[in-house]
């Protein structure tokens, strides 16, 4: 196979960092980007051809790869033109859609036209997590019970969909239900963009049992956080100050029972190695679907995700009730943002 050539739709802070991570391999690269606004051309390499209008792009370029690197509302006719147009292999930011209606339809129109569709949840190529979830696999801290992440100033589609990836691969499960509250102290975006993406709090539950919070509001000013709590021990996740710590019971303890108080915790050595880097992260995702590897987070791994997040607002619309998971169809219509 030659030189791949790729295409980047939206051209902010994140598709640069696309344009970086494509500038890093050597069997692809950037031969054309679209964005609305024209004075992102003055940025880019004298290479790279420009266009204002993506469909132009497609109709006029030959395109083996493309990031799609918009806000959410405009993720799904952006994959669905790509894929429609022969674009083979399309990694599209999070969250994935604002519907259940458009990521089922994203990925139906995917795989009739036999294009490998990635969703770029970065996290699952963070070499620091794949390690964690081996060791919670192996049984570090014992089953897992509980999950709870917070994240002061969060946004339920933006970083929330993140925080329910992660969980996921960490449990190995899918949700089962959600009671969720969107943030009242929402005050717009926190990046200036023209869409509706509050933060909110609630409870979730696995289908294997497994328990979860999520608080994500603007009264909390606290970076993230997650603490994961396990039958006989816990793990702590500071990524802010790359700090992990691991905690279990004594080998002798774990024989006692469970529910015992008073029973102290030993720190296990952990050395999460290098900082969390989105460049690096993307740039993996994107080599696998250029290797023709499956990619780690694939298009029903974004739409469990943006389930979750829909959950949360139809709680709230029904006065909080428990939201029972997969949705039903009288609610794929409802919007993230």
Not at 68 to 79: E, K, L, N, Q, S
Not at 102 to 110: F, S
Not at 124 to 139: F, P, V
Request: net charge neutral; hydrophobic share 40%.
């Amino acid at each position: 196979m030659g030189l791949l050539r790729a295409a980047i739709i939206g051209m902010g802070p994140m598709g640069f960092r696309h344009l970086e991570a494509y500038s890093q391999l050597e069997n692809v690269k950037v031969v054309a980007v679209a964005d609305l606004q024209e004075s992102v051309k003055a940025l880019l390499p004298k290479t790279i051809t420009f266009y204002t209008n993506y469909s132009d792009l497609f109709k006029q370029e030959n395109i083996d790869i493309v990031s799609v690197v918009t806000t959410g509302p405009h993720h799904a006719p952006i994959v669905i033109s790509a894929a429609k147009q022969g674009v083979k292999m399309i990694l599209c930011e999070k969250p994935m859609a604002t519907s259940i209606l458009e990521a089922q339809e994203m990925i139906e129109i995917c795989k009739k036209n036999a294009v490998s569709l990635a969703i770029n949840h970065v996290f699952r190529e963070y070499e620091t997590y794949k390690r964690l979830k081996c060791l919670l696999a192996e049984g570090i801290i014992g089953e897992i019970r509980h999950i709870h992440c917070v994240d002061g100033g969060g946004r339920l589609g933006c970083s929330g969909t993140h925080f329910f990836d992660t969980m996921r691969m960490f449990t190995g499960s899918d949700f089962a239900w959600v009671i969720g509250f969107i943030d009242k102290n929402y005050c717009g975006d926190h990046k200036g963009r023209k869409v509706y993406d509050p933060g909110g709090y609630g409870m979730m539950a696995f289908n294997n049992g497994i328990r979860a919070t999520l608080e994500l509001s603007d009264d909390i000013g606290t970076p993230e956080i997650i603490i994961i709590s396990g039958s006989v021990g816990r793990i702590i996740i500071d990524k802010n100050r790359n700090t992990y710590q691991i905690f279990t019971r004594s080998k002798e303890d774990k024989q006692k029972r469970l529910g015992e108080y008073d029973l102290p915790l030993y720190e296990i050595p952990f050395d999460p190695g290098s900082e969390f880097d989105v460049i690096d992260a993307t740039k993996k995702t994107i080599s696998k679907l250029c290797d023709g590897q499956r990619p780690a987070c694939q298009g029903k791994d974004g739409l469990a995700a943006i389930e979750v997040a829909l959950a949360f607002h139809i709680s709230q619309r029904d006065d909080n009730r428990k939201v029972m998971l997969p949705l039903k169809e009288k609610d794929y219509n409802v919007q993230i943002t």
